[in-house]
């Protein structure tokens, strides 16, 4: 059989979970430059899909951010120019 040439074709290989594979067990809110890989550039948090975090990490890594965003260490939004 041939390999799949069309784009529909291809199954999209699962993304692992950074915080699982290296067995985080605490997403801490002051670890602004891991935070940041879960930001996009208009300070929006990254969904899993994009990610690849799993559900879990997902919604601890929620709460870390808006707890560094609360105390000042993320903006809430990009900056406006």
Known sequence: MPPPTDKRDRKPHKKVCNFCAE???????????????FVSERG????????GTCARHQR???????????VALLPYTADQR
Do not use: C, G, Q, W
Not at 61 to 68: G, H
């Open 23 to 37: 067995k985080v067990h605490l997403i801490d809110y002051k670890e602004v430059s891991r935070l940041r890989r």
């Open 44 to 51: 929006k948090i990254l969904p899993r899909r994009v990610t």
């Open 60 to 70: 601890r890594l929620a709460v870390a951010l808006k707890r560094a965003r609360h």
